[in-house]
């Protein structure tokens, strides 16, 4: 328990954090016997002796979750050992079959490496000190206590979970900021989203973070203060941002901080510290004489490096560069892998729009369009081809904005198998004008009922060119193509 | 002849163990165990500076299994050796503070 | 009293099995006569903590029908087998000889039993042991202890002292054991009879309640060598279901057993040799051994092994070290024994409190202890390179010598409750065998007679290179022809 003295008021103070992330990997089978990982069901139900720690049982570890760590070591950049081990890590407790958890300690599949993230335009690398393979635990449910271990009777176990594949990634201290560790773990999740090994679902667990965070003035080291529940990207930005804050009004006031756990309420909005066992943490780590060495064979890692999918930072550089995207544009689209896809879906089937033509639709109107009708783009009834044929269109100045939108709430609202826009276009009859002799001919009838204003107009005053303007779209039902309209009218006063 | 173990170290241990020990037992462990650890200890004196350590007898690699589906344990199988079940559960007494 | 059925129950295992086949008995028949031979005289010697009576019969029966089916048997089919308690068995409890597994039926079979089975093995019981293999004499069973068929107020040895006892009563040709630490061949040298410590990796583990992890191995006990060979042949082999077991095919055994030891190079560990206590007779045993090799065409030398004198101390940190986290499962939350508590941790404390007894208690507080942080060096890690000192000794030996010799035991059987009040005392008996087990190699106690003084059974340890089972056997197989000892039933003697 190590503390900090107060900085006193006023003393520069630098936040350090650096996040522990648990992801459970989505292999068929568990780590080290054949029971099926999935989430829920009916309590101790995908169980064996294996997994239960029956004695005279033995571990066997899955190739499958092997190759996913490795992906995701790679897709940060990491090196992978030539030859890694496992061993125990000792502890009793309840959810733990076998009162051991076999992990990796000293030798881990992956090491070293790094993510790029930006917060407000300003870029900062975020190693990764570490990858490795552990298995996870049973599930607790507390009894008696209002579902919280304090205060519980006692506790129920469900082993279903225990044996899943636990993928561990350890950044290095590099996040100085609440939103530093979000941007982290954003990117995060839309790099294993990429690599489709895991569901990553805070809410179901499959994704877990825990924060360090500690604060000092330049140059020394703060204590380390833990932070668990974080199930959500916000609660992680929330917590961090409030502890950020208590610790330092805490130093301000020139108090000191314990290095200590404590658990985030997201209800509260406040974090508050753990009991921990005075002698904890004695894990008495030594190797797995169960288990024999991991030493990938270099055409087995080429072939994980070949499989590799193109990660969102390079996704990101790609839309930016192929597509012409700002930044923010191409940022937005690549962080939901499905509307990237519906994105790239629908470049491919347009003509004339341009995809940035196109990213606007999408991200703007069709995104908030399907929020609002509590649809997703994964499940999205809309085929691209459709969106873009609407762009398409749009673009072409044969049906104004919006109309567009207008058609779009239309293909919206058929759902599956719906009409392409074209088709409603016809149907409703809202094909604009665009130019030709029937704009004329409008364009004539409203001089001739107006007189008065189109002397003016000739005259050189330019105030009541909007009224006419309006006039032609009121006879148009607003169907004219408003460019088509000022150059129209431009064309009659110069002539 | 000192004894490399104390009694506090003995209660620590048996802790970390989880064993309940009785009065008798922890006296008499401390000074068995002292023994058999000074013993233990003749090797303490040898050079093994260069010496790879063998947790393994036999030097084997990559021993795998492919992704694939075996048959669970029936439920009732698992829950009816268990010492305390409810609702298809394991039932524990109270678990006090987290792990460890 | 008079054995009964002793027709059958003095057979070899071979010997059985070509009748079985042959027709000239039935499996039934078999099976019959050992229930009936334990149960008139396992009072005595209690070397089974469980008998499945039903379950052989049954098995029997099975063996019989699919003969008359005029389907092919297996090579141990109609043969019984006494089966230590520490491999889990479907059909009947198993405990290690603990409390805290008391009544415990695991809802598999061990990869070892269901392969002889298969054989056509009859599986007649589980034979008693040091709790959780700790031990060697047997008195450290949760139970009761077993007593030596030779002498029946003496130790039978252990940690396998039941089914050694078994296989020297003749309650079965065949018996299973463990051997972490010499825990098949003291007690097989103790009893009288032949056991074999395989190579690290040959036998599966998978099912075989875990003391050591790194050094436990599975193996046979029979009265001969050829049986011996017979049923290390049916047990052995890769298994995907243990991650340590070699994935190579072992060379067959029985072929060369008659090979002889014509120009084999034979070396008398000096280091154990004269080891402190040792019985002048087993001293004597060790020489006339050499003769007797030297008579057989082999070639005899001393050899200095050193670094076995370091064995023991490597041991008694890496074992207890090991099973301490094997043991942390034997907690009361899924299976065994439950003490009552109001609160978790101390429920777990006091489970393991009330279901093991004071040696497994040692050993996990020892091995705790190594392992603990700040010890971890010194001793856990210190141990793990002497692992390595000593493996790199044997390597030396064996370029200049094809398999080394040693007496298996300091001492013959001892009395019950002799060397009970002192563990390091009864740690000491497992000095010329732990060497064998750290380096990962294979060795077997061969009984080379009954020591004059005493009348006791005397063995002799042949050690080979790891994955050398066919020297070391072809070699017992020798020395078996050159002593050409009857074999007399021991009498089971009720002490005086």
Redesign the interface.
Request: net charge positive; hydrophobic share 40%; charged share 15%.
């Given at each position: 328990m190590t503390g900090e003295a107060g900085a006193g008021l006023g003393q520069e103070l630098i936040t350090t954090i650096g996040l522990e992330i648990h992801v459970e990997l989505a292999t068929r089978t568990k780590m080290f016997c054949g029971c099926p990982v999935a989430f829920g069901g009916e309590p101790n139900t995908r169980v064996c002796q294996v997994c239960l720690g029956h004695p005279g049982t033995l571990p066997v570890p899955n190739a499958e979750a092997i190759a996913y760590a490795a992906k995701i070591g790679m897709a940060l950049g990491c090196a992978i050992a030539p030859s890694s081990i496992f061993h125990r890590k000792n502890y009793f407790y309840p959810d733990m079959p076998k009162n051991y958890q076999i992990s990796q300690y000293d030798i881990p599949l992956c090491t070293g490496g790094a993510v790029a993230i930006e917060t407000d335009g300003v870029p900062a690398a975020v190693g990764i000190t570490r990858v490795h393979l552990e298995e996870d635990t049973g599930k607790s449910l507390h009894m008696g206590g209002g579902g919280r271990i304090h205060g519980a009777d006692y506790s129920l176990e469900d082993f279903n979970r225990a044996g899943t594949p636990l993928v561990e990634i350890v950044t290095e201290p590099d996040m100085h900021s609440a939103d530093q560790a979000r941007a982290f773990a954003t990117e995060l999740r839309a790099t294993l989203e990429a690599l489709e090994v895991s569901d990553i679902r805070m809410e179901e667990g499959s994704m877990r973070f825990d924060a360090n965070i500690s604060m000092a003035p330049p140059g020394r080291l703060g204590a380390k203060v833990e932070v668990k529940n974080l199930n959500s990207l916000r609660s992680l930005h929330r917590a961090l941002a409030y502890e950020e804050q208590r610790q330092r009004e805490v130093l301000g006031d020139g108090g000191t901080i314990e290095q200590s756990t404590r658990h985030w309420d997201e209800r509260a909005g406040v974090t508050r510290p753990l009991r921990t066992k005075e002698h904890a943490f004695d894990y008495r780590y030594f190797p797995e004489p169960d288990l024999v060495a991991i030493e990938p064979p270099a055409d087995w890692l080429e072939s994980i490096a070949a499989s590799l999918p193109e990660l969102p930072a390079a996704r990101r550089r790609r839309f930016e560069e192929q597509f012409g995207l700002s930044a923010y544009d191409a940022g937005v689209l690549v962080a939901s892998r499905p509307a990237a896809a519906y994105f790239e879906a629908a470049v491919a089937a347009g003509r004339k729009a341009e995809p940035k033509e196109v990213a606007n639709w999408l991200a703007n109107d069709l995104v908030g369009l399907l929020t609002k009708r509590g649809e997703s783009i994964e499940a999205c009834a809309i085929p691209p081809e459709h969106l873009a044929e609407l762009v398409d269109l749009v673009a072409g100045g044969e049906i104004s904005r919006l109309q567009g939108r207008e058609v779009l709430d239309d293909m919206a609202a058929a759902g599956a198998g719906g009409p392409p826009p074209a088709a409603i276009v016809e149907k409703k009859g809202l094909r604009q004008l665009s130019g030709g002799d029937e704009l004329a001919a409008v364009l004539d009838e409203v001089i001739a009922a107006n007189p008065d204003v189109w002397a003016r107009l000739r005259a050189g005053d330019t105030k009541p060119e909007g009224f006419l303007f309006g006039q032609v779209m009121r006879a148009t039902k607003g169907q004219a193509n408003p460019s088509a309209v000022r150059n129209l009218l431009k064309t009659r006063l110069d002539g | 002849m000192s004894n490399p173990l104390t009694r506090a170290d003995v209660e620590h241990v048996a802790r970390l163990a989880r064993l309940a020990l009785s009065e008798a037992e922890i006296e008499q462990f401390t000074t068995q165990l002292g023994a058999i650890l000074e013993h233990a200890a003749r090797v303490a004196a040898l050079d093994t500076a260069d010496v790879p350590p063998t947790s393994h007898p036999i030097p084997l690699a990559n021993v795998l299994r492919a992704d694939e589906r075996v048959p669970c344990l029936d439920r009732d199988v698992v829950l009816d050796m268990a010492p305390a079940a409810e609702d298809g559960r394991f039932r524990v007494p109270r678990i006090l503070g987290e792990e460890a | 009293m008079t054995p009964t059925g002793d027709e059958l129950t003095g057979r070899t295992a071979a010997g059985l099995a070509a009748m079985v086949r042959r027709g000239d008995v039935s499996a039934v028949e078999v099976t019959e006569a050992h229930l009936q031979r334990i149960a008139a005289l396992d009072g005595d010697v209690r070397s089974f903590l469980c008998v499945g009576e039903a379950e052989a019969r049954a098995a029997a029966a099975g063996v019989d029908a699919a003969r008359a089916r005029g389907e092919a048997l297996g090579p141990l089919a109609g043969v019984p087998l006494a089966v230590k308690d520490m491999?889990?068995t479907k059909d009947l409890p198993?405990t290690?000889a603990s409390r805290i597994?008391e009544g415990?039926?695991?809802?598999?079979d061990?990869t070892v039993v269901a392969r002889l089975r298969a054989a056509g093995a009859i599986v007649i019981g589980k034979t008693n042991l040091d709790e959780f293999a700790m031990g060697s004499s047997t008195e450290n069973s949760g139970f009761f202890p077993t007593a030596n068929p030779w002498d029946l107020g003496r130790v039978p040895g252990g940690s396998s002292g039941g089914s050694a006892a078994a296989v020297a009563a003749r309650f079965a040709p065949l018996a299973l054991g463990t051997d972490t630490g010499g825990s098949i061949r003291q007690p097989a040298a103790l009893c009288g009879v032949v056991g074999l410590r395989p190579?690290?990796?040959r036998v599966s583990?998978?099912?075989?309640?875990?003391y050591?992890?790194?050094l436990d191995q599975a193996g046979p006990f029979a009265t001969t060598v050829a049986d011996t060979a017979l049923l290390l042949e049916a047990m052995w082999g890769h298994d995907?279901?243990?991650?340590?077991s070699?994935?190579s095919a072992p060379e067959p055994v029985l072929a060369s057993l008659e090979d002889g030891v014509a120009g084999l190079r034979i070396g008398i560990v000096e280091e154990l040799a004269d080891v402190d206590g040792i019985q002048p007779e087993v001293r004597a045993a060790v020489e006339s051994a050499r003769g007797l090799f030297e008579k057989a065409g082999a070639e005899v030398d001393t050899v200095s092994v050193p670094s076995v004198e370091?064995g023991?101390?490597?041991y008694?940190?890496i074992a207890p070290?090991?099973a301490?986290?094997n043991l942390?499962?034997y907690?009361?939350?899924?299976?065994?024994?439950?003490a009552p508590?109001?609160?978790?941790?101390?429920?777990?404390?006091?489970t393991?409190?009330a279901g093991?007894g004071?040696e497994v208690?040692?050993r996990?507080?020892?091995g705790?202890?190594?392992?603990?942080?700040g010890y971890?060096d010194?001793?856990?890690?210190?141990?793990?390179?002497?692992?390595?000192?000593i493996?790199r000794d044997f390597a030396r030996a064996y370029r200049d010598f094809d398999l080394l010799v040693s007496p298996t035991s300091p001492t013959t059987a001892f009395g019950l409750g002799e060397k009970t009040a002192?563990?390091?005392t009864m740690?000491l008996s497992d000095v010329c065998t732990v060497p064998t087990s750290?380096?990962?190699a294979t060795a077997l106690s061969l009984p080379c007679g009954l020591a004059p003084e005493d009348g006791l059974p005397v063995g002799i340890q042949l050690m080979g290179k790891?994955l050398d089972e066919v020297t070391v056997l072809r070699a017992a197989r020798a020395l078996e022809q050159e002593l050409a000892l009857p074999a007399p039933l021991p009498e089971i003697r009720v002490p005086a």
């Open positions: - | - | 491999f889990c198993t290690c597994l415990w039926r695991p809802p598999y061990s190579t690290y990796g583990r998978y099912g075989i309640v875990a050591a992890s790194s995907p279901c243990d991650s340590t070699i994935p370091y023991l101390s490597a008694y940190v070290a090991e301490s986290s942390a499962r907690d009361g939350v899924r299976y065994g024994l439950r508590a109001a609160e978790v941790a101390a429920m777990n404390a006091a393991r409190e093991f004071a208690k040692r996990i507080m020892l705790t202890y190594a392992l603990s942080a971890y010194a001793y856990y890690g210190q141990a793990q390179r002497v692992r390595t000192l493996i002192d563990p390091l740690y750290l380096a990962g790891a």
